[in-house]
């Protein structure tokens, strides 16, 4: 079965500083990895994807992550945070089946910016 | 083009009682995915329709949850009777089809439950 985790429950970062956020996966092939995002009082909104290929993605918002087969992690990534990118932050790891997608989402980081 | 729709947004019912909650996808999706995310937990996979087809139902918690897509459009979600550990937040979800960039979920901006 497949299981996601990220180990950062809350993580506090100042405006301007960078940003990584942590994301092991357990997975038995190669998976299809997201990076979704909750802001308060929104939906989830996907940041970025990697099916295949370079293993270096870039999504919206400025965020980067890396797949890292090796080490089973798809960790993201920001260069310089604004305060508007205080939010949750979910990882998740889809199935290559020949039909059923489901998603598999660790637990979120919730990540706060102090001015 | 509109995004998934959910409604309601937040609901409180007492316990026994019923909620049906309404998804309704982007236009042209055959996927269509519940996941519930409960307090202080993951979001967890309920199940997944493709077209009015149950696709996948292995992460309904129990027969007190029954979900429909008439017609391969909407989607509801009955709970009935509903419990206190049925709190928390519905997320509905479509995507066009299942492999490469048709894969990617598009998720709806839930439904909050509260169970008192």
């Known amino acids: 079965a497949q299981s996601v985790t990220q180990p950062d429950i809350h993580i506090t970062v100042s405006e301007g500083a960078s940003l990584e956020l942590r994301c092991n996966y357990s997975?038995?092939?190669?998976?299809?990895l997201f990076w979704y995002v909750q802001s308060p009082g929104q939906g989830l909104q996907l940041l970025l994807k990697?099916?295949?290929?370079?293993?270096l993605v870039q999504g919206i918002k400025g965020f980067e992550a890396e797949f890292k087969r090796s080490q089973s992690s798809f960790n993201l990534r920001k260069p310089s945070v604004h305060w508007s990118d205080a939010a949750e932050y979910f990882c998740?790891?889809?199935?290559?089946?020949?039909?059923?997608?489901?998603?598999?989402f660790g637990g979120g980081t919730r990540v706060l910016v102090k001015p | 083009e509109a995004g998934v729709t959910q409604f309601p947004s937040h609901s409180v019912i007492e316990k026994g009682q019923t909620v049906t909650l309404r998804c309704d996808p982007i236009?042209?999706?055959?996927?269509l995915y519940w996941y519930r995310r409960v307090m202080g937990k993951e979001i967890k996979f309920l199940l997944h329709?493709?077209?009015?087809?149950?696709?996948?139902e292995s992460g309904m918690p129990n027969n007190r949850f029954l979900a429909e897509r008439t017609g391969g459009t909407y989607s509801t979600l009955k709970v009935q009777p509903a419990e206190l550990e049925d709190s928390g937040v519905y997320f509905c979800?479509?995507?066009?089809?299942?492999?490469?960039?048709?894969?990617?979920?598009?998720f709806g901006p839930g439904t909050r439950l509260t169970v008192t």
């Open positions: 997975y038995g092939a190669t998976p299809y």
């Open positions: 236009s042209g999706h055959d996927n």
């Open positions: 979800a479509s995507s066009l089809g299942y492999t490469g960039t048709s894969y990617e979920q598009y």
């Open positions: 329709f493709v077209k009015e087809s149950k696709q996948d």
């Open positions: 990697y099916f295949s290929g370079d293993t």
């Open positions: 998740a790891v889809g199935a290559i089946k020949a039909a059923g997608n489901k998603l598999t």
